[in-house]
């Protein structure tokens, strides 16, 4: 079973539209939580982490994430998207205590002008 | 800026050859990690290393083994290829320690196993 979910598989918004693509894990005990983007034809590349500290996270390009632990969930949002966010997005959970980052399966976002 | 680059950006082969990809980060980094990326399934760690001739199997390992010589080096290694081993791959590089910092990632390969 996928321990990190993004639910939205594909979204497809006008520019200037706000943007929420959720992510949750099922993980317990303390995490380490990225996001990170592939713009098409171009490396993976981060777009913000949390480790520790305020739950609200600012990244790059005007994208910022709210960690609810309670929910386990590190969704990542923005007011007004551009037509040059069209990319796919990745949710990736590092567990302390074991070495590996696993990643959500990706939400491709398509960006209409 | 950290660099990692991949030997190939294509790759096409036939089943029942070795394959090779090859890794190399600038950056000094001690870790370093090999994935797979298929549509629908996100990112599948197949191997890690933290050091030097070090490796560890990460979630979907058979099929493929690893070389790490040197630190700024990591080789994938398909010893048979295989039709279901098309897939794009991945490496990627962290600093060392906890492993909890940001991972770099190169552009990746896209095999083609025919």
């Known amino acids: 079973a996928q321990s990190v979910s993004q639910h939205n598989h594909h979204v497809i918004l006008s520019e200037a539209a706000s943007l929420e693509l959720g992510c949750n894990y099922s993980?317990?005990?303390?995490?380490?939580l990225f996001w990170y983007v592939q713009y098409p034809g171009q490396h993976l590349q981060l777009l913000l982490k949390y480790f520790s500290g305020d739950p609200l996270v600012k990244g790059i390009k005007g994208f910022e994430a709210e960690f609810i632990k309670s929910k386990f969930s590190f969704n990542l949002r923005k007011p007004s998207v551009q037509w040059s966010d069209t990319a796919e997005y990745f949710c990736a959970v590092f567990r302390r205590g074991f070495q590996k980052l696993v990643f959500g399966t990706g939400t491709r976002l398509l960006v209409s002008p | 800026d950290v660099k990692v680059t991949q030997s190939s950006r294509y790759l096409v082969k036939r089943t029942g050859e070795k394959v090779f990809l090859e890794c190399v980060q600038d950056?000094?980094?001690?870790?370093m990690f090999w994935y797979r990326q298929d549509p629908g399934l996100g990112l599948r760690l197949i191997y890690f290393?933290?050091?030097?001739?070090?490796?560890e199997k990460g979630d979907i390992p058979e099929g493929y083994s690893v070389s790490r010589e040197k630190k700024e080096r990591f080789s994938l290694i398909l010893e048979s290829a295989s039709t279901n081993q098309t897939s794009m791959y991945l490496c990627?590089?962290?600093?060392?320690?906890?492993?909890?910092?940001?991972?770099?990632f190169g552009p990746g390969t896209r095999l083609t196993v025919t």
């Open positions: 950056m000094d980094h001690e870790n």
């Open positions: 990627a590089s962290s600093l060392g320690g906890t492993l909890t910092y940001e991972q770099y």
């Open positions: 993980y317990g005990g303390t995490v380490n």
């Open positions: 290393s933290y050091d030097v001739k070090m490796k």
